[in-house]
Antibody, heavy 124, light 107 residues
Framework: VQLVESGGGLVQPGGSLRLSCAASGFTFSSYWMSWVRQAPGKGLEWVANIKEDGSEKSYVDSVKGRFTISRENAKNSLYLQMNSLRAEDTAVYFC??????????????????WGQGTMVTVSS | AIQMTQSPSSLSASVGDRVTITCRASQAIRNDLGWYQQKPGKAPKLLIYAASSLQSGVPSRFRGSGSGTDFTLTISSLQPEDFATYYCLQDYNYPRTFGQGTKVEIK
């Protein structure tokens, strides 16, 4: 079971970047997936998630309208399209698999597998 | 957004100590809470989900408890590999929110 992010780099403010997360070793299409980021020296921040079939997506307010999460199950890949980038988007971006365990009628988050992270730096 | 507040922000402890980290939610979140461990330069690791369910492969010295607004992560006997930063994460509603983290350092 493995997740490998790619696509990070240095971009100017206002620019765009597309992150990818390649999944292997499990049935990718059976899991919700999330992006989580961590600014240098700071804590973790959940960014977005997407349902198994891509029909449901959610975002943190600070990226709504600028970032788009998507997936291609045939390619076992998760993506994060980031537009109108700001300095405050500078962070390591992790993709994570959600086990989504269920107890009765309640589903929980449980990010059991993470990638190694990809660094995004927004600077002029 | 639900605010998650961890305490303390950092602590110093010795191997063998019992360590308790608390996480308080700004509103009731049932038991929709997880705990993650992160070591420098590494991805986070899932320890606990649904407030008290131990993730497979995680040592039994880690215990989660609580519901509503107040939650606790307890490490019964601190081991050298447990020195790390710990985060709680609420999954009651969107956006998901993490606590600010608790750094556990060697005394």
């Amino acid at each position: 079971v493995q997740l490998v992010e790619s696509g990070g780099g240095l971009v100017q403010p206002g620019g765009s970047l597309r992150l990818s997360c390649a999944a292997s070793g499990f049935t990718f299409s059976s899991y919700w997936m999330s992006w989580v980021r961590q600014a240098p020296g700071k804590g973790l921040e959940w960014v977005a998630n997407i349902k198994e079939d891509g029909s449901e997506k959610s975002y943190v307010d600070s990226v709504k309208g600028r970032f788009t999460i998507s997936r291609e199950n045939a390619k076992n890949s998760l993506y994060l399209q980031m537009n109108s980038l700001r300095a405050e988007d500078t962070a390591v971006y992790f993709c994570a698999r959600d086990l989504n365990p269920r107890f009765g009628e309640i589903w929980y988050d449980a990010f059991d597998t993470w990638g190694q992270g990809t660094m995004v730096t927004v600077s002029s | 957004a639900i605010q998650m507040t961890q305490s303390p922000s950092s602590l110093s402890a010795s191997v063998g100590d019992r360590v308790t980290i608390t996480c308080r939610a700004s509103q009731a979140i049932r038991n929709d809470l997880g705990w993650y461990q992160q070591k420098p330069g590494k991805a986070p690791k899932l320890l606990i989900y649904a407030a008290s369910s131990l993730q497979s492969g995680v040592p039994s010295r880690f215990r989660g408890s609580g519901s509503g607004t107040d939650f606790t992560l307890t490490i019964s006997s601190l081991q050298p590999e447990d020195f790390a930063t710990y985060y709680c994460l609420q999954d009651y509603n969107y956006p998901r929110t993490f606590g600010q983290g608790t750094k556990v350092e060697i005394k």
